[in-house]
């Protein structure tokens, strides 16, 4: 910030007091205006990235939600075919009997796990901006929170989700049921309950996430699981 100070002759004590003044309070309008103008520089920007967050996390809302629908539906059919072998199994009834059964149901035998994408741009740039810290923050807490529930799904996707799966075994099966070939029950088994708790593990992972999202986006609740 840049003065100019006027040259004036100074001929008594009063004159001194008032050119005195007069410079104190041009300084005082000026920080005060650039304050002004920095708060509502920073106020624009802090709505803005709320704006964007907002359309960002509810977009994450509805593809979650959509996830979460499919997910059901693929759990609804394994559940099925589990329930299915197990009671066959517990009955004793000959394996070629179960696999005849199984043969009916083979289409329950899915690996349909489904996520959301869940992109973040909107939070990277209000970071790295840093309108972030403008933002109120009892909202600040509900973004952050809900972008740190995204992360965590991902994480598990990217590296738990399969731990509890013999993909290669699901996939053998997989191909035997294709042929029409008969599987050994037990083992079909093993692997049927394996998709289950994988299935079930997103599931939850999923309901998680969407609890943070409609806190970050409380408008959008009406639906809400």
């Known amino acids: 910030m840049h003065f100019e100070l006027p040259r004036v002759r100074i001929h008594s004590l009063k004159d001194f007091l008032k050119h005195y003044l007069m410079i104190v309070l041009s300084i005082l309008t000026a920080l005060g205006l650039e304050a002004w103008i920095e708060h509502a520089h920073h106020t624009h920007a802090a709505e803005a990235a709320s704006r964007q967050m907002t359309a960002e996390l509810r977009h994450n809302l509805a593809e979650t939600r959509d996830s979460l629908r499919r997910n059901d539906a693929t759990l609804r059919a394994v559940g099925k075919l589990d329930a299915m072998v197990i009671a066959d199994l517990k009955s004793g009834l ?8 199984i043969r009916a149901q083979k289409a329950g035998f899915l690996l349909n796990l489904n996520w959301p994408s869940l992109p973040s741009s909107a939070w990277d740039v209000a970071v790295a901006n840093q309108s972030v810290s403008w933002i109120e923050p009892a ?39 294709d042929l029409d070939h008969d599987v050994d029950p037990q083992a079909f088994l093993y ?30 609740t009406q639906g809400s699981r």
């Open 94 to 101: 000959p394996a070629a009997t179960i696999n005849q059964h």
């Open 139 to 177: 909202s600040l807490k509900r973004y952050s929170a809900a972008y740190a529930a995204q992360r965590e799904l991902n994480d598990w996707v990217q590296h738990d989700s399969m731990l509890m799966l013999d993909m290669p075994k699901v996939i053998n099966f997989k191909t035997d049921l």
């Open 191 to 220: 692997t049927l309950q394996q998709l289950n708790t994988t299935n079930t593990s997103l599931k939850n992972n999923l309901q998680e996430l969407e609890k943070h999202l409609v806190d970050a986006v409380p408008d959008e």
